[in-house]
C-alpha cells in the first residue's frame, strides 16, 4: 500500500514543522521591559548618532500614549490573547567577540544554523548568483558578494551598518515612506528596531544579482524587529528576496518588522518574501505574532513596485504590503498566496493609493485555508482626485480544504476621479472531492494530487517569483498541508 | 477472468443505488453496460474506479481474483484500471500536458518501467494526440479548462491512449457527442483493442454500439442487470426503448433476479 516514492500521507502528517530546531549559542540581552531607557541603551549598544535616538525616543513616545490609549489595532478579523508589552524582550543578539572582518570569524555555530536552513554563507557554496545577508535575533551576521556588489556602487547588507557607513541615506530616507507614528506596530518598531537589511541602487545601475536576506528568530522569550529599506535611485533596478524561519516554541512571539521602498523616476523594485516563521501546532500552541508594515513608495515618473509574498507560516499574519503610486505612470503590482492550516489565522492584503496621473496598479491575491484556518483578504484601491487614466485590477480567490476553515474578503474602493478604471473579481471555491478523485483515478497519489491542485491555483502569483524561490515556494505549499486531508 | 462481480451491492448519497450485480468481464472482451437515467450506470463505474463517497454494503469485487476494495482509487488505476469520466473536472492553472505526464509517470513508476522526461513525453504524447484529432495547443492549456464538451471527452480518450489502461470503463463517453466527435472517440476507443485488455462501455444511446461493437450487452435497471445478450440486444432497447424493461418479463436473465 505505501509507495517507495511517496510517503503516506499518515507519515507527512507526522512530520513536524521542520526549521523547529533551536541553536545554543550565547546571547546578549537586555531584560524585559519597554521605557526610555531600553531604547537609549539599544541604541546606544548600535552606536547610533543622536539623530536617529531622538526619532527612537519620538517613536517611543508616540507608542506608549496609544498603549496607554488602547488603540492597538482591532479591526482585523484576527483573534489572539491582550500582548503584555512590558513582558517582551526588545533586545537580544548572538554576543560577538569583536568585528568580524570575514565569513570566517562568524560563530561556526551560526554557520551550522543556516546551513540547516539550507542556506549557505560559506564563500565558494553560496546561492550562485545570489547575495544573501543572514539575520539572526534581529541582528545581521553575515552578507555575502560585498565587494562584487561594491563595485557597481550598491550598498547591501545590515541595516547597523548602514547607519554608520551612509548616515545621509538613511536621514533621508527612514520613516519617509512608513513615519514612526503610521501605526500601533510600526511606532513600536520605530522604537525598538535593532537590524534589518539596506539596500542601496545608485542612478542608472541595474543590480547583477538577486539580494536576499534571511531572516532567523532563535532566542526565546524577544519580541524581533527589523527594519529594512531599500533605495533605488533613477533608473535602477534591484530584485530583492526575503525569506523567514523560527524554531518551534510553545510560547507566542511578536515580530514586528518594517519595510520601505523608495523607487525614483524609471526605477524598479521587486520585493519578494517566502515567510514560513513557525505556524504554532495543530491545537494552536505556539507561533509567531506577525504583525509587518511593508510600504513603497513610487516617487519618480515610471517607477515601478512589485510586491510578491508567499505566506504559509505564522501563528497569525497581519500584513498590507502596500504601494503610493505618487510619480505619474508609476506601478504598483502585490502578487500574494497565503495559507492558514491548522489554527493559523490571516488577516492580509495590501494598499494601493493612486496619487499621480495613470497610474496602475494590480492586485492577484490567493488564499488557501485548511483545517481550521481562518483567513482574510483586505484590501483598499484608493484613485486620489488627480490620478487622470488610473487604472487597478484586483482579483481575490480562495481555495478551502475541508469544512472547518474559513475565508474572507474585505476589498475597500475609493474611487475620487472619474477617468479611472477599477475592476474587482473575486472567488471561493472548494478543492473539489472530483478534483482529487480525477487525479487519483489516473494514478496520482492524494498528497501530490493536492500539492498540484493548490499550485496551478497559485501559479499566477509563484511565476512573479525568482526562480530559486518559486521552487522553495512550491515545495513549501505542499509540506504546509500535509496533515490537511484524510 | 480479469473483472468478477459477485452479488454487489452499493450506496451512494444515503440510497442503495446498486441491487446485486453479477458480471464477469473476460481479458480480449468489450461489454456494453445499458440502462436508463438513475439505473446505477455512473454507480458502477465509480465502484470499479473507488470513488470514496461510494460505499459497497454487500458482494465481491475482484479484479484478476484479487479484491479490488483493498485497493485506494490511484492504486487501482495504477493496476491498469482506467476510468473516462461522464463530467471531467477542471484543474485550473495545472496544464494538461503536466497533468498527463505525472500520470503516466505513476503508472510506469508502478510498472517498473523508467519515467518518462518532458521531451520523450511530449513526443509521446504528440503522437497519440493525433489519434483523436486534437490540436496540440491543448497540451498546454489548463486540465479541461474552457474545454467544450466534446473536447473533454477527447481529452479522456487521450489520456486513456496514453495509459494504455489492461481495463477501461467508459461512463457515458458518447454523451453530448456529434457524429463526428462520436467516430473520432470510437476510433481511439477499438485502437486499444487487443486479447489483453477489456473495457466496459456504459451508455444511454445504441449509437454508440455501432462503431464500438461489444461482444455482450446488459441491460441495468434499478440497480440490478435484467437482460444480458449478444450486440442485438442493443437494436432490439433502441426500437422499444426502456419503457420495455417494466412490462416485459426477464427472458434472459442470467443474476437469477429480481424475484
Known amino acids: 500500500m505505501a509507495e517507495s516514492?511517496?510517503?503516506?500521507?499518515?507519515?507527512?502528517?507526522q512530520r513536524e514543522y521542520k526549521y523547529g530546531f533551536v541553536t545554543?549559542?550565547?546571547?546578549?540581552?537586555?531584560?524585559?521591559?519597554l521605557n526610555?531607557?531600553?531604547?537609549?541603551?539599544?541604541?546606544?549598544?548600535?552606536?547610533e548618532p543622536a539623530w536617529l535616538l531622538e526619532w527612537r525616543l519620538k517613536a517611543l513616545h508616540r507608542f506608549l500614549e496609544m498603549l496607554e490609549n488602547d488603540t492597538e489595532p482591532t479591526w482585523a478579523?484576527?483573534?489572539y490573547p491582550k500582548i503584555d508589552y512590558q513582558d517582551i524582550t526588545y533586545y537580544s543578539s548572538p554576543k560577538k567577540k569583536k568585528q568580524l572582518q570575514s565569513l570566517d570569524e562568524v560563530d561556526p555555530e551560526l554557520l551550522r544554523t543556516y546551513e540547516k536552513l539550507g542556506i549557505s554563507l560559506s564563500e565558494q557554496k553560496r546561492l550562485a548568483g545570489v547575495a544573501v545577508d543572514a539575520v539572526f535575533d534581529s541582528v545581521s551576521v553575515a552578507t555575502t558578494y560585498k565587494g562584487e556588489l561594491e563595485k557597481h556602487g550598491i550598498v547591501f547588507g545590515s541595516f547597523s551598518d548602514a547607519v554608520k557607513e551612509h548616515p545621509e541615506i538613511v536621514e533621508k530616507y527612514l520613516g519617509s515612506v512608513v513615519p514612526y507614528s503610521d501605526n500601533f506596530f510600526a511606532a513600536l518598531n520605530s522604537a525598538v528596531f535593532s537590524d534589518g537589511s539596506f539596500a542601496f541602487i545608485p542612478k542608472g545601475v541595474r543590480c547583477p544579482m538577486e539580494l536576499s536576506t534571511y531572516f532567523r528568530i532563535n532566542a526565546a522569550g524577544t519580541g524581533q524587529f527589523e527594519r529594512t529599506l531599500i533605495v533605488a535611485e533613477e533608473g535602477s533596478y534591484v530584485s530583492y528576496l526575503e525569506g523567514c524561519t523560527a524554531p518551534q516554541r510553545d510560547e507566542n512571539q511578536l515580530h514586528a518588522a518594517v519595510v520601505e521602498l523608495v523607487a525614483l523616476d524609471d526605477a524598479e523594485i521587486k520585493y519578494s518574501t517566502v515567510q514560513n516563521w513557525y505556524p504554532g501546532d495543530e491545537n494552536g500552541v505556539g507561533g509567531i505574532y506577525n504583525f509587518v508594515t511593508k510600504r513603497g513608495a513610487c516617487r519618480g515618473r515610471r517607477s515601478k513596485i512589485s510586491w510578491t509574498q508567499v505566506e504559509t507560516g505564522s501563528a497569525i499574519t497581519w500584513k498590507y504590503p502596500s504601494c503610493i503610486?505618487?510619480?505619474?505612470?508609476?506601478?504598483?503590482?502585490?502578487y500574494s498566496v497565503a495559507m492558514t492550516n491548522h489554527r493559523q489565522q490571516a488577516d492580509t492584503g495590501t494598499k494601493m493609493i493612486h496619487i499621480g496621473r495613470d497610474t496602475k496598479s494590480t492586485i492577484i491575491s490567493k488564499g488557501i485555508s485548511a483545517g481550521r484556518g481562518q483567513q482574510s483578504y483586505r484590501g483598499l484601491v484608493r484613485i486620489g482626485p488627480k490620478a487622470h487614466g488610473a487604472r487597478n485590477y484586483s482579483q481575490c480567490d480562495s481555495l478551502l480544504l475541508g469544512d472547518e476553515c474559513g475565508a474572507h474578503t474585505f476589498p475597500y474602493l475609493e474611487v475620487r476621479n472619474a477617468t479611472a478604471t477599477v475592476e474587482h473579481e473575486a472567488t471561493t471555491s472548494k478543492i473539489g472531492e472530483d478534483q482529487l478523485f480525477y487525479c487519483r483515478q489516473r494514478g496520482i497519489s492524494e498528497e501530490d494530487a493536492i500539492s498540484m491542485i493548490v499550485n496551478g491555483f497559485c501559479k499566477?502569483?509563484?511565476?512573479?517569483?525568482?526562480?530559486?524561490?518559486?521552487?522553495?515556494?512550491?515545495?513549501?505549499l505542499g509540506v504546509s498541508l500535509e496533515g490537511s486531508v484524510g | 477472468m480479469m473483472l468478477e462481480i459477485r452479488n454487489l451491492h452499493a450506496r451512494?448519497?444515503?440510497?442503495?443505488?446498486?441491487?446485486?450485480i453479477d458480471l464477469c468481464v473476460a481479458a480480449g472482451e468489450v461489454h456494453a453496460v445499458m440502462g436508463p437515467n438513475g439505473s446505477g450506470k455512473s454507480t458502477l463505474a465509480n465502484v470499479l474506479a473507488g470513488r470514496p463517497e461510494v460505499e459497497i454494503t454487500e458482494g465481491e469485487l475482484l479484479f484478476d481474483g484479487k479484491p479490488l476494495t483493498d485497493l485506494a482509487p490511484e492504486e487501482r488505476a495504477r493496476e491498469g484500471i482506467f476510468l473516462a469520466f461522464q463530467y471531467p473536472v477542471e484543474i485550473p492553472g495545472v496544464t494538461n500536458s503536466y497533468f498527463m505526464k505525472a500520470a503516466l509517470n505513476a503508472v510506469r513508476r508502478h510498472r517498473g518501467e523508467e519515467e518518462l522526461d518532458a521531451f520523450d513525453?511530449?513526443?509521446?504524447?504528440?503522437?497519440?494526440?493525433?489519434?483523436?484529432?486534437m490540436d496540440e495547443k491543448f497540451l498546454s492549456r489548463a486540465v479541461n479548462e474552457g474545454f467544450s464538451g466534446g473536447e473533454k471527452k477527447r481529452n479522456e480518450v487521450l489520456q486513456m491512449t496514453l495509459l494504455e489502461p489492461r481495463f477501461a470503463v467508459l461512463d457515458e463517453t458518447d454523451s453530448g457527442l456529434d457524429i463526428d466527435a462520436l467516430k473520432v472517440v470510437a476510433n481511439g476507443v477499438n485502437a486499444l483493442r487487443s486479447p489483453e485488455r477489456a473495457m466496459l462501455v456504459i451508455t444511454h444511446y445504441q449509437r454508440l454500439l455501432d462503431y464500438i461493437v461489444p461482444d455482450t450487452v446488459h441491460v441495468l435497471s434499478d440497480g440490478r442487470i435484467v437482460r444480458s445478450g449478444g450486440k442485438e440486444l442493443a437494436l432490439e432497447l433502441e426500437k422499444l426503448g426502456y419503457g420495455w424493461l417494466e412490462t416485459e418479463p426477464a427472458a434472459s436473465d442470467p443474476a437469477g433476479s429480481p424475484a
Open chain 2, 12 to 20: 451512494a448519497g444515503g440510497n442503495e443505488i446498486l441491487k446485486g
Open chain 1, 36 to 47: 526610555e531607557d531600553v531604547v537609549r541603551l539599544i541604541s546606544r549598544k548600535k552606536e
Open chain 1, 460 to 476: 499566477d502569483v509563484l511565476r512573479e517569483l525568482p526562480m530559486e524561490f518559486a521552487v522553495e515556494a512550491q515545495n513549501l
Open chain 1, 325 to 334: 503610486l505618487q510619480g505619474d505612470e508609476s506601478v504598483g503590482e502585490f
Open chain 2, 121 to 133: 513525453f511530449l513526443e509521446l504524447v504528440k503522437e497519440k494526440i493525433r489519434l483523436v484529432d
Open chain 1, 77 to 79: 478579523q484576527v483573534h
Open chain 1, 5 to 13: 516514492a511517496n510517503p503516506s500521507i499518515e507519515e507527512l502528517a
Open chain 1, 24 to 33: 545554543d549559542i550565547e546571547e546578549d540581552r537586555i531584560p524585559p521591559g
